[in-house]
Nanobody
């Protein structure tokens, strides 16, 4: 059984930073790309960042590029999202997800990912 558990969310002022963590178990984690998504109130879930199975390639949605950094530690079965210069519009529930196929590029479509964490709330006050 694959399990993903996010942590690190919270309340922060605009301009602040948070680091989200996602602990994975139940799969050969190092063979799969990982993604971070978020869902703001009243909006659809959207892709935020992705990282290849090796960690060599990273991908970001335009609104977070230059502010967020995704990384992974395959030895610890963990993926991280460092969020800097946070803005009120970053407020959302953040989810990590594991790609459904080995050695694939992490895309922006939810259907590519077959397991999801429960989410962690990030609130940025102005």
């Amino acid at each position: 059984q694959v399990q993903l558990v996010e942590s690190g969310g919270g309340l922060v002022q605009a301009g602040g930073s948070l680091r989200l963590s996602c602990a994975a178990s139940g799969r050969t984690f190092s063979s799969y790309a990982m993604g971070w998504f978020r869902q703001a109130p009243g909006k659809e879930r959207e892709f935020v960042a992705g990282i290849s199975w090796s960690g060599s390639n990273t991908y970001y949605t335009a609104s977070v590029k230059g502010r967020f950094t995704v990384s992974r530690d395959n030895a610890k079965n963990a993926v991280y999202l460092q969020m800097n210069s946070l803005k009120p519009e970053d407020t959302a529930v953040y989810y990590c997800a594991v790609h459904g196929e080995r050695y694939q590029t992490p895309g922006g479509l939810e259907d590519e990912y077959d397991y999801w964490g429960q989410g962690t709330q990030v609130t940025v006050s102005s």
